[in-house]
């Protein structure tokens, strides 16, 4: 039954776990630093974000108003933003009522261990031992019949091993690749608003998010002016060192992300750099090219091309035949019917959009391959997809 009684215990335990996430501010942007190369701006702007949310749940407490809890929560994390994931996914389970138990990625081993030391004053908060991979954690999630919903994240492959424990589990979530996220510059977009927001999201923590764009439709009667202003813009991404504050791009460490982006690359047909392409180690990017058919597939990276259209409606028929309708964001006045197919086809669509990082209190998720929820719903497992609400899933319906 709903736990009302306690939901001002779970608030009060929310607000510590931001405060203590805002204390240790400086080490988890020095550890994203050296674990994957995230820019100090940028890293600290992951917590100050979590930090918000985390602060603010009362907001969601409507959402868990007649629910009761699943029991335990787990989650795999990403090797990005492990504060904003912990603040969402951790943040919705424990309003919920439940447990969570998560595993950072091996990747970010330094972020995971003063993670672990802010959470250590939580029961409800759970961590495997230092060094767990997410290989063990996740065999291990599906043996334990306490854990009734899991989180996961990452390449196709990833989802597919997990929707075959779908069984072990009460609900399962898998936040999938997002390939080349796609922008469309209609005719009449605004490029004083849409091309900061294209450039500066494109290379965000040098594109190491799954919302970063990586390809963006241009209608051929604003092509070149666009293109310029990009182009004006660039020097703004700045390569460099993490703990340098005008750094974009810092070091690429992520070896999976590095042989992502040289795939890409070599897969580009007739394609022309505008910027001469730095591929030196971990010192990758940014490119940015010209091209009429980028490759479709699963990317990470400070990686955008631009592709010349000769109408809106080619840019709407090209973006919808992609294999990855996860998010896309368009600029201008789209043809009619336009704005409906690309809301029908993608988990989230952003019309004019204003801001640097994705709002953590919208919802999140893509369709078919980029991410989809399997649950157990009267004795049979059924598949939906979509933007969802991380609280409004953490706990059980009593409707």
Not at 213 to 238: N, S, T
Not at 354 to 373: A, H, M, Q
């Amino acid at each position: 039954m709903p736990d009302a009684a306690h939901l001002p215990a779970r608030l009060d335990a929310l607000r510590e776990l931001s405060r203590r996430l805002a204390a240790r501010r400086d080490d988890l942007v020095a550890a994203a630093g050296e674990d994957t190369g995230a820019p100090c701006r940028i890293a600290g702007i992951e917590v100050d974000l979590a930090v918000e949310h985390l602060a603010g749940m009362e907001e969601e407490a409507p959402l868990v108003a007649g629910t009761s809890p699943y029991g335990a929560v787990a989650a795999i994390f990403p090797y990005d933003a492990v504060p904003v994931m912990l603040a969402r996914v951790g943040g919705a389970a424990l309003l919920g009522g439940n447990r969570f138990r998560f595993n950072c990625s091996s990747q970010t081993p330094r972020t995971a261990a003063v993670v672990r030391e802010i959470v250590a004053p939580f029961p409800e908060l759970e961590t495997p031992p230092a060094g767990t991979d997410n290989r063990t954690f996740g065999r291990a999630c599906v043996r334990d019949p306490a854990v009734r919903v899991f989180f996961i994240s990452g390449g196709g492959e990833v989802g597919a091993v997990y929707a075959r424990e779908a069984a072990h589990f009460d609900k399962i979530f898998f936040a999938g690749p997002s390939g080349l996220p796609p922008v469309i510059f209609c005719r009449d977009a605004p490029l004083e608003a849409a091309v900061p927001f294209l450039v500066r999201r494109a290379f965000l923590n040098g594109g190491q998010y799954c919302t970063c764009p990586k390809r963006v439709y241009l209608h051929r009667d604003l092509y070149d002016e666009a293109r310029d202003r990009i182009l004006a813009m660039m020097p703004e991404i700045r390569v460099g060192d993490p703990a340098d504050p005008t750094t974009w791009i810092g070091p690429i460490r992520v070896e999976r992300t590095r042989k992502l982006l040289k795939q890409a690359l070599e897969l580009l047909k007739d394609a022309r750099f505008l910027l001469p392409p730095r591929r030196d180690g971990v010192w990758q990017g940014p490119f940015l090219v010209e091209t009429a058919d980028p490759p479709e597939m699963e990317l990470f990276g400070p990686f955008l091309a631009l592709v010349r259209v000769a109408d809106d409606e080619e840019a709407v028929a090209r973006v919808l035949a992609g294999r990855y309708p996860f998010a896309v964001v368009t600029f201008g006045a789209l043809p009619a019917g336009a704005r409906e197919r690309l809301a029908a086809a993608f988990g989230m669509t952003y019309h004019d959009p204003d801001f640097l990082f994705t709002p953590l209190r919208l919802p999140f998720g893509g369709r078919k391959r980029s991410g989809w929820i399997l649950e157990w719903r009267q004795g049979k497992l059924r598949r939906r997809d979509g933007a969802f609400s991380y609280t409004a899933e953490l706990v059980r319906s009593e409707k």
